[in-house]
């Protein structure tokens, strides 16, 4: 039993005739009466008396019609509704938590003048935890920093953002530092797979060189207070510290290497890409 005999059974009723219903529906009168045929035969009852000039349900047939009524109002409804349903069906945004504070409520706001009545939601995690969010489905776009591990994903930077060593202004005398000195100080960095300590240990890698915290937190504000009492040196987007640099509670030593991190867009390379979706992916990769 389908969708298709029900169709065919509720226009025999409404016409009650095979034939107008095969002109109805636009279909042979044999093509109408094998449905009906297949109908009865799966669910072992006969839906019609055959009488020399009419045909009439028979008990079980009136039934089976009042089953099917409210099954075929519904799929008319759907009908009604499906070209409506991509302008209406949420999105679904995973993001590192530096892009969720300093990018994604501008970038969504921009898209909500567009597109008011859809719901993005957003989940803000670590950029690893991000990733996988996105490669398991439980997400439409993907927004991180930092090293994007080979996968099935389509990828566009969007931005950047400087990373600073910080400390306060007691700490350390001098305004420059190699990197191999730096790592022999007391370090203040974030957890192994922050999009920021990522950058850090693959520079230093790259150089032979290794970080051996004195300090490791998920939480950047942590590290930025723990900077400022004079516990070592912090690593960390200069978006975090504009107020402490300003007002002078900590200040940039230079080193001998730019760190920087970029901002990704990331989207499954599969992912079917709705009319809205492509104009969130479009503000995004205009984003600054």
């Not at 202004?169 to 999009?195: M, Q, V, W």
């Not at 987007?237 to 867009?265: A, F, I, Q, R």
Request: hydrophobic share 45%; net charge negative; proline share 4%.
């Amino acid at each position: 039993m389908n969708l298709r005999h029900l169709l065919i059974f509720k226009t025999v009723v409404d016409t009650g005739s095979f034939t107008k219903a095969a002109k109805q529906l636009f279909i042979t009168q044999s093509g109408v009466s094998h449905a009906i045929r297949e109908l009865e035969q799966q669910t072992n009852v006969v839906l019609f008396d055959r009488l020399s000039k009419a045909i009439i349900l028979t008990p079980a047939g009136k039934l089976l019609l009042e089953k099917v009524i409210p099954i075929l109002s519904l799929y008319h409804d759907l009908e009604k509704q499906i070209d409506v349903l991509e302008m209406s069906a949420p999105l679904k945004v995973v993001s590192s938590i530096t892009i969720a504070t300093f990018w994604l409520p501008k970038i969504l706001k921009q898209f909500a003048s567009s597109y008011p009545n859809i719901k993005v939601e957003v989940q803000v995690v670590s950029a690893k935890e991000a990733l996988a969010v996105l490669e398991c489905g439980e997400a439409d776009l993907a927004l991180v920093e930092g090293v994007v591990p080979p996968g099935p994903f389509i990828v566009i930077d969007f931005s950047s953002y400087q990373l600073n060593v910080l400390c306060a202004p007691d700490y350390f005398a001098d305004n420059e530092i190699t990197l191999k000195e730096l790592c022999t100080h007391d370090l203040l960095l974030r957890e192994k797979g922050s999009a920021t300590r990522d950058i850090i240990d693959s520079c230093l890698y790259l150089r032979g060189l290794a970080a051996y915290p004195k300090w490791t937190s998920v939480n950047s504000k942590v590290l930025i207070e723990a900077c400022k009492a004079g516990f070592g040196f912090a690593v960390l987007p200069t978006l975090l510290v504009t107020e402490e640099l300003k007002h002078g509670t900590l200040k940039t030593v230079e080193t001998d290497e730019l760190l920087y991190n970029k901002t990704k867009l990331l989207y499954h390379q599969e992912k079917y890409i709705s009319e809205p979706l492509a104009k969130l992916i479009d503000i995004i990769g205009e984003a600054e």
